[in-house]
């Protein structure tokens, strides 16, 4: 295991115990989840090493690379992830030309695909070797495992992308910078990640699936993107309401707490959740981060 000394994102060596929260999906360990005293983010501490992490993805719930359709679970992910593409879609051309985009953590690849049916250049970065495979076999994408983020030329994207990744990166600051400097001048930079500020968070406590320990290094509050985005010389431009996320999430936390996915409790809190956050504290937002 890997002890932090510093935070993360501020570098303070400051921090505190917040929350022991367990690996429900493999290990069945509990970690730490400390406070930063100074800029409040939170982070799993300590934390796997490099060559440890990759047993902690060892689970059905980890749905994204597996584009698993089997079970009343899996049919309906794969039906509610075809709308979610087309809204994600929706909100990027609300607020930027089509051009070229980038997608780090492109998984298997739908996201990618339905941006260049709708007239995008695509590119993307997957670490898994099985869904960056599948990508390019099953789309014809291009897509580079993270060694070769090189390949691809500073000032060339218009838009980056990471859906639910930030929270995974081991190095924070190092990565997102390398992003930012991809992105030409008036780009932006789109970060999906759940809120451990939203109700449901608060409702389930230690059992909120989005904790994710020990796989989310990081649970980022909205004053914590806004540092980041300052450290990279970017400016907060939007916040949005992931809304699929909250019932999800619900309903592997009503699993995690109850033994069993209670569909209907799930289905009321994952409401809950939306109608009290709205677009500012919901269980998932997506920030949406302009390069002047």
């Known amino acids: 295991m890997v002890l932090l000394k ?9 921090h505190t115990k917040f929350l022991n929260v367990k690996d429900f999906s493999t290990s069945k360990e509990v970690f730490s989840v400390v406070s930063c005293e100074d800029c409040k983010l939170l982070f799993t501490n300590p934390r796997p090493e490099k060559d440890e992490i990759g047993a902690y993805y060892n689970t059905l719930n980890y749905i994204s690379h597996t584009n698993q359709k089997a079970g009343l679970f899996g049919l309906l992910y794969q039906n509610i992830r075809k709308r979610a593409l087309a809204k994600k879609l929706h909100w990027i051309e609300a607020r930027s030309p089509k051009g070229r985009l980038l997608d780090y953590g492109s998984g298997t690849g739908e996201f990618l695909n339905h941006c260049q049916s709708n007239g995008w250049h695509v590119k993307g970065v997957e670490l898994a ?3 960056r495979e599948n990508s390019i076999k099953d789309y014809g994408l291009t897509v580079y495992s993270p060694g070769e983020l090189n390949r691809i030329e ?3 994207v218009d838009v980056v992308t990471m859906w639910h990744v930030l929270e995974h990166v081991e190095d924070l600051l190092g990565l997102s910078t390398q992003l930012t400097n ?5 780009g932006r930079l789109v970060l999906a990640l759940p809120n451990p500020e939203s109700w449901d968070a608060k409702h389930y406590k230690e059992y909120w699936a989005a904790w994710d320990v020990p796989i989310h290094f990081y ?3 909205k004053k ?5 985005a300052e450290k990279l010389g970017l400016v907060l431009e939007d916040t949005i309401n992931l809304p699929y996320d909250s019932y999800y999430i619900s309903l592997l936390s009503e699993e ?3 033994g069993r996915k209670r569909w209907f409790n799930a289905s009321i809190n994952g409401f809950k959740s939306n109608l009290k956050g709205k677009d500012a504290n919901a269980s998932s937002l997506a920030y ?5």
Do not use: M, Q, T
Not at 6 to 12: A, H, I, M, R, T
Not at 182 to 186: E, R
Not at 224 to 228: K, M, P, V
Not at 288 to 292: G, M, P, T
């Open 6 to 14: 510093n935070c993360p994102l501020c570098g303070s060596e400051k």
């Open 129 to 131: 070797d099985g869904p």
């Open 154 to 156: 500073d000032g060339s």
């Open 182 to 186: 991809k992105i030409v001048s008036g």
């Open 219 to 221: 649970h980022f509050k």
């Open 224 to 228: 914590n993107i806004e540092l980041l």
């Open 256 to 258: 995690y707490k109850y």
């Open 288 to 292: 949406v981060l302009r390069k002047n």
